[in-house]
DNA sequence: TCCGTAGTTCGATATTATTGAACTATTGAA
DNA sequence: TTCAATAGTTCAATAATATCGAACTACGGA
């Protein structure tokens, strides 16, 4: 039984955070988790098809290390739900602020 | 004579800014930067003492492209100025906040 | 019980970062 | 001028990290 690994709030750090979303596929997984407000498994936050599933796998476990992202388990699948909550308590403002400006260049 | 490239404002992306900053040792000198409210050469912003010139040489060639610094001749030493104002153009307050988190983090 | 699905883990390869050594450009002193 | 010292870059080798496919685990349904 794989049993994961969630920081606690306060174990958050910026550098974690920097770090997690300083690669473009998990910024997009990221986007996807904040938009869809509510829990997603990791082929449906997928950011590209043809990622491989063991890269995927490790993107997501990346993004739970650093606090961003809270995953259980729930029948086949996993839960990715966004830990917008302890995110905004730790840093307020600093991730509604890059997506915002994330989407803004999205939308050119 | 070596010449250096600076992106344009607008070629300034936030990929790059997160990439540029995620880096801990970039981020320090980013802190160093901003603090001085001037330039810098490289041996005065390095992070520690005892990394590789090759290596900070390195670190300051990333935040050139990534658009947060600028890089002049002058002398024998180069002079590194942070671009808030494009920066801030670009990404109003992002710059700001990262360095105030990072600021109370150090401070504990 | 057996098959399909969703993810993880593992070992190998590909990419990226770091390093020391050699090099360039500039200054200052003999 | 010439020589040594300084600041930083470039290069080639190595160290570290990311990606991948294959094998594996766990669960659900036929």
């Known amino acids: 039984m794989v049993q994961f690994v969630h920081p606690s709030r306060d174990d958050i750090t910026l550098e974690g955070i920097l770090e997690a979303l300083s690669d473009p596929m998990r910024l997009r997984i990221v986007r996807a988790l904040v938009a869809q407000q509510g829990c997603m498994s990791c082929t ?3 950011p590209c098809p043809d990622m491989a599933k063991s890269t995927l796998s490790n993107h997501f476990r990346i993004l739970r290390q650093a606090g961003l992202v809270m995953t259980s388990k729930k029948g086949v699948e996993h839960r990715n739900v966004i830990r917008l909550d302890d995110i905004e308590a730790r840093f307020p403002g600093l991730l509604k602020m890059i997506l915002g400006f994330y ?6």
């Open 44 to 46: 449906e936050a997928a």
């Open 103 to 108: 989407d803004a260049e999205k939308a050119g």
